[in-house]
């Protein structure tokens, strides 16, 4: 015979009703050989457990009792109740009956209950007896047999999502928990991912527990395009380079959490896990590690961490489409210039209108513009940077002063170091490129250019003709040397690109 023991706690979510001191016994009894009813019950030995510091929470009516790690059973949800009048007898109960015990404990009531034993739910014909043993003290003790030939769990788990931590020094914002939470909790409701038909690589819209809605995009790393694991037939790629010029396979996911990273709120960097929305609105996108039939597994599939996926988890935007579905014209411009200040900044080498979302706000239905697919940012050259905003009528006024304001304390430098800390050493090409396309957004703006003036000077004209800024870069690295350091070979870009917009600002 095995007995496990457990403790369960009120708190935090509780109703006050629900706040008590609360002392229970759960004994769970895995037996050998089916119990009978005369069967001689061997003494167990009472154990007290305190239901104190366990998290806890409510979801649609049901209280769910979430246990430590460290004890035997690790999620338990009851709704707890005085136990029936102690006996010290055996005595064969119904599942629902079971059930009706667990109603109140200290005067509070629930409606949705749920028996679960190591996170799983009991099936109907898994409880094979109750005993109440004689309690001391007034305590209530609640003891549950278990038939050993029965199934523990009722539903096999066939899929796993947890956060990947690469700093446990840095605490995750509330809302990335919570939209990890949801994406679980719609995989427990058997609401598959439904793989995404736009793009080139593997997206995944992870859908709520209702199965309307969705509430999150992933996208793995070994489904990039041109990744080993592509769904769409793309070729792998021989050299490493990804679609666009300057980027690496399987290193979008990064890109994509780095953005939502630097796109900071008005206030400045999130110098603490804060749940702000960043300036330009990239919604709030983390690193994930997922294991779902689903995904894409030209190899075959078992439920195996071999077979997880590591990926961008990013919070789904309800949208009334893309900038593609509509004219720009109705387009606010403080939401095209966010952007811009966006795909500037990380020198963005794949905005087109496809990736900007459109939603309604509020009552009055102010358009609001949402910019998503950022795996091809940070690149280590400018060869392939396009901005669809670049031809639109709002590209051509100037900045606001409050979008100067936040420009102005732009800092390259403390980026790269936020990034380093959140675990993506950026690679040193990247980085330099990253350093140039920051001075460029902060020298254009002090001078007063408009958003159409600086990504004029980012982007190419045609496929053959270079950039303006390429051009000042070749110019800095013709008087470069082995011994001149990146600080150097900045400055050097810096002055160049004063005297180059100079001009633009005499034009």
């Not at 929470?57 to 035997?72: A, E, H, L, Y």
């Not at 392939?384 to 670049?390: A, G, R, V």
Request: with cysteine; glycine share 8%.
């Amino acid at each position: 015979m095995l007995i496990d023991t457990q403790r369960a706690v009120c708190r935090d979510t509780c109703t006050p009703a629900m706040q008590h001191d609360i002392w229970i016994s759960v004994v769970v009894l895995k037996l050998d050989t089916p119990l009978k009813v005369q069967r001689t019950v061997p003494k167990l030995k009472k154990v007290l457990l305190e239901l104190s510091s366990v998290q806890t929470s409510i979801r649609g009516g049901s209280v769910q009792f979430n246990i430590s790690p460290d004890q035997s059973i690790q999620v338990v949800q009851w709704v707890l109740a005085k136990s029936s009048p102690i006996n010290q007898q055996l005595i064969g109960i119904e599942h629902s009956s079971v059930k009706l015990r667990f109603q109140s404990i200290k005067g509070f009531f629930v409606k949705k209950q749920k028996l679960l034993y190591d996170g799983r739910e009991l099936a109907r014909d898994y409880l094979h007896h109750e005993l109440t043993l004689d309690g001391e003290n007034g305590e209530n003790l609640i003891h549950l047999l278990i038939k050993k030939s029965s199934k523990v769990i009722a539903k096999p788990k066939d899929f796993s999502v947890e956060h990947v931590v690469v700093n446990h020094e840095i605490e995750l914002p509330s809302l990335l928990k919570e939209l990890i939470s949801s994406t679980i909790e719609g995989l427990e409701k058997g609401n598959a991912p439904i793989k995404s038909s736009d793009g080139s690589g593997g997206a995944y819209f992870m859908q709520d527990q209702s199965g309307h809605k969705y509430v999150s995009v992933f996208k793995p790393i070994d489904e990039e395009p041109m990744a080993v694991n592509n769904p769409h037939g793309l070729p792998l790629s021989l050299d490493g380079e990804g679609l666009k010029k300057g980027t690496q396979v399987g290193e979008g996911a990064f890109r994509e959490v780095a953005a939502y990273l630097l796109d900071y709120p008005i206030t400045g960097p999130r110098s603490s896990p804060r749940d702000q929305p960043g300036f330009a609105g990239v919604p709030p996108t983390t690193m994930v590690k997922c294991l779902h039939k689903d995904f894409n597994h030209p190899n075959g599939y078992s439920f195996s961490q071999e077979n997880a996926k590591i990926g961008s988890l990013q919070m789904f935007v309800s949208n009334v489409g893309t900038c593609e579905d509509m004219g720009y014209g109705v387009f606010p411009v403080d939401q095209v210039h966010k952007i811009s200040v966006l795909d500037i900044r990380l020198a963005n080498a794949d905005r087109h209108g496809g990736n900007i979302l459109v939603s309604r706000d509020g009552n009055d239905g102010q358009i609001v513009l949402t910019p998503i697919d950022h795996g091809y940012c940070f690149p280590n050259k400018f060869e392939d940077c396009t901005f669809e905003w670049l031809y639109w009528p709002q590209a051509k006024e100037p900045y606001s002063s409050e979008t100067l304001e936040y420009i102005k304390h732009l800092d390259a430098e403390q980026d790269i170091e936020l990034l380093r800390f959140h675990g993506w050493e950026i690679p040193p090409s990247c980085a330099r490129v990253f350093r140039i396309s920051t001075m460029l957004l902060k020298k254009g703006a002090e001078k007063g250019l408009t958003p159409f003036a600086i990504g004029s000077i980012m982007c190419r004209e045609t496929l053959e003709k270079e950039s303006v800024i390429e051009q000042i870069i070749y110019e800095a690295e013709a008087i470069w040397s082995p011994e001149t350091t990146e600080e150097e070979f900045i400055s050097t870009v810096s002055d160049i690109m004063d005297r180059s917009l100079d001009q633009y600002s005499l034009n």
